[in-house]
């Protein structure tokens, strides 16, 4: 297990560097990103090379058995490369350009800058590809910023669509150019949508489909040359996790693993619901472990700062994302820095250097961790529950979010979170994913939901799968066409309904939803109703209000040896989205290996021969957990009684050897759901 921190040596004078080198060796860290901006002092000017400062640097880190990663530094220009280049710099919509002196400001389309960037990364790789304690490559950073709307990224657009659609009268169709005499007849005719809401929304969705694909191909530049002269590194990149403008997927997919940047302390303190999606989406993308590369330290802001973390909570944090399946750790920052945009940014030490309480906890955490490295070692979340996770629907919902308040996001939050409450580890997956190994499959707001993937969900569903799907879903085709359908359109014969007619519902009203004795109580719908009609489906809630009383808000049908579960409404309360999954749990036969205390969220890394259960108290009081017998405390190395206390923040890891696979498969045979499906 690499655990370390983001450190920046050229911050610091020289003489203070083997001071860090010894606390880092003292705290147990073992990996360093080094790097990530330092463009300028690599390439004083155009094709000149100084490597002297890492080198020296690096070289007294593996004095202390450090290893470090090392960024492509193309996340920031030398202003030489602006002054000589000037279009190199992205071009914002009113035809300015940006300003050099930030970071992110480059044209992903510039020829110019692809060149330059490709040269820094081939000198950099030639140099370090030896160097004994460099162990991987970390590309840019942060890909997903700016857009550019410069003359070479409209012609990029043109040549892209041409490529995509092939003939104009495909991009034509696809488009929908007939609406408002949009026709293009040349190319060249294309322009680049705006942001502001009235243009195309097929224009809109291939521009993004686009932007992403300009950050994918940037970095694939980098990635030919790493692969090439770098072949015993890793290559990773640093993510976002729940960032909204790239297709994580495809930038995912030419990488060794997915690294990302986790700072979950902007508000109150919470139960970090977001964190956890975010790791598995982040997990999902490649469908393993991740790292974490940049882990909140300490306050965080660039003008106003974050709240700092509670003792404990740095640790929490941390643990969090290895119960979810981090292999990696790597703290932002070693030191708060003194100058710049990053000041309040704060570090494991503060501007003072002095290893602390943040810096003492880190450290601990770094300890249990190394202690825990050989039972982590081979294992992962494995889950019985899968979500799918689509760009193309998150982008055209919010492009055209039908109602108002719809988010993409939060409509899989919605069920996320219940998830975690009901202590179910869940995958996320995309649309094309084969669904086959999981019981349940939850699938909201997929909004752009183009023939084949409906069909696969169908299948999916006759072959004994639990589906669930809700508002919105199935309305567009690949290119943010509305299907010329009744909704739920191709996924009729899996959910048994027809949606006669849907409603926003704007935020002073609400209607009453009243459940049957098969789904009771009592709940308010929000935002939004379908008017649903159940063609076989069984209905399980409806709504009370005169106008829509003869319509079903929550159906279940049974579809080959499966069924399919369909909510029309958004839900105010969260103890609806927890009577639902827990009875789609029941549906699918998937049963938690206990029921955590609100604020505790339950997770389990499971290898060939053992299983980690992983409590993690997200509150800041003490939580008692009743557990299964004959489990030990990993950490402590001892056997668990049957409960365990966590204190306010507390993490617990258990232990436990796996079940023969013989065994297993004797008990899941006897499976019957409550409802009598056999599972
Ligand atoms: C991240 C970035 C880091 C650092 C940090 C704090 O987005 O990757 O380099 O800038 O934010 O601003």
């Keep these: 297990m690499y655990i370390g921190v983001d450190y920046y040596p050229e911050h610091w004078p020289r003489a203070r560097w083997a001071t860090d080198a010894r606390l880092m060796r003292k705290a147990g860290f073992t990996v360093v990103r080094l790097a990530e901006f330092n463009w300028v002092n690599m390439e004083p000017s155009e094709g000149v090379y100084d490597f002297s400062l890492l080198d020296e640097a690096l070289a007294l880190l593996a004095k202390h058995g450090i290893s470090a990663i090392l960024c492509t530094p193309t996340a920031i220009m030398p202003a030489w490369l602006a002054r000589a280049y000037p279009a190199t710099l992205a071009t914002q919509r009113d035809g ?97 949508p705006d942001d502001a809401g009235s243009h195309n929304p097929s224009a809109c969705l291939d521009w993004q489909r686009f932007f992403s694909w300009l950050n994918v191909r940037f970095q694939h530049d980098q990635v030919r040359i790493l692969r090439d002269l770098c072949p015993r590194h890793f290559i990773t990149h640093n993510f976002m996790g729940l960032f909204k403008e790239l297709d994580y997927y495809a930038l995912a997919r030419d990488l060794d693993f997915v690294s990302w940047d986790n700072y979950p302390v902007w508000g109150a303190p919470e139960i970090r619901y977001d964190a956890a999606l975010a790791a598995d989406v982040m997990r999902g993308l490649k469908r393993r472990n991740f790292w974490i590369m940049e882990q909140t ?108 308040e719809n988010d993409y996001q939060k409509a899989i939050g919605r069920y996320y979170r219940a998830l975690f409450r009901a202590g179910v580890n869940v995958d996320i997956v995309p649309r094309d994913a084969d669904l086959s190994r999981y019981k349940l499959v939850l699938a909201p707001a997929l909004h752009v939901l183009p023939d084949d993937a409906a069909d696969r969900l169908v299948r999916y569903v006759r072959a004994g799968g639990i589906l669930l799907v809700d508002c919105r879903t199935a309305v567009k085709d690949g290119t943010n066409l509305c299907h010329p359908r009744t909704l739920p359109g191709l996924l009729t014969p899996a959910l048994g309904i027809a949606i006669e007619e849907y409603d926003a519902v704007p935020g002073t009203m609400n209607c009453a939803v009243q459940g049957t004795p098969a789904f009771p109580g009592t709940f308010t719908a929000v935002h939004y109703t379908d008017w649903v009609r ?27 040896t499966g069924a399919g579960w369909y909510l029309g409404a958004v839900i105010k309360e969260d103890a609806f989205y927890d009577q ?18 609100a604020g505790v969220e339950l997770c389990v890394r499971r290898g060939a021969r053992h299983e980690l259960i992983f409590l993690v108290n ?33 993490v617990v890891v258990l232990w436990r050897a796996r079940r023969s696979p013989v065994a297993k498969s004797k008990r899941a045979k006897e499976q019957t759901a409550p409802n009598g499906r056999t599972c």
């Design 96 to 192: 300015t350009r940006l300003t050099w002196g930030v970071r992110k400001n480059n044209c992903f389309s510039n020829g110019t800058y692809r060149l330059l960037s490709k040269r820094i990364t081939r000198a950099m790789a030639r140099y370090f590809a030896d160097t004994p304690n460099v162990i991987g490559w970390q590309t840019d950073n942060e890909f997903g910023h700016p857009f550019c709307h410069c003359a070479t990224c409209r012609a990029a657009f043109q040549e892209w669509l041409r490529g995509r659609h092939g003939t104009l009268d495909e991009f034509n169709r696809a488009w929908g150019t007939h609406f408002w005499g949009q026709r293009i007849q040349e190319w060249a005719e294309i322009t680049i």
């Design 618 to 650: 997200h509150t800041e009081e003490p939580q008692t957990v009743a557990v299964p017998a004959g489990l030990r405390d990993a950490l402590r190395n001892r056997a668990c009684a049957g409960r365990v206390t966590l204190e306010r923040y507390g």
């Design 297 to 404: 330290a300490g306050p965080c802001g660039w003008g106003v700062f974050s709240r700092n973390v509670r003792p404990g909570e740095l640790r929490n944090i941390a643990w969090q994302q290895c119960a979810h399946g981090a292999d990696g750790m790597v703290w932002f920052r070693w030191r708060t820095c003194t100058a710049g945009r990053e000041q309040y940014w704060h570090g494991l030490l503060g501007h003072d250097g002095r290893p602390l309480r943040r810096y003492k906890e880190a450290a601990q955490t770094a300890r249990e961790m190394h202690a825990l490295a050989p039972l982590l070692d081979g294992t992962t979340v494995a889950a019985d529950v899968a979500i799918v996770y689509d760009y193309d629907s998150l982008w055209a919902l919010r492009i055209q979010p039908g109602f108002a």
């Design 580 to 597: 639902l999954v827990r009875q789609l749990l029941d549906d699918a036969c998937v049963t938690a290996l206990l029921r955590p205390p």
């Design 534 to 560: 159940p063609r076989g489906a069984t209905q399980l809630a409806g709504y009370t209000d005169w106008h829509i009383r003869k319509y079903a808000a929550l159906t279940r049908h049974a579809c080959g």
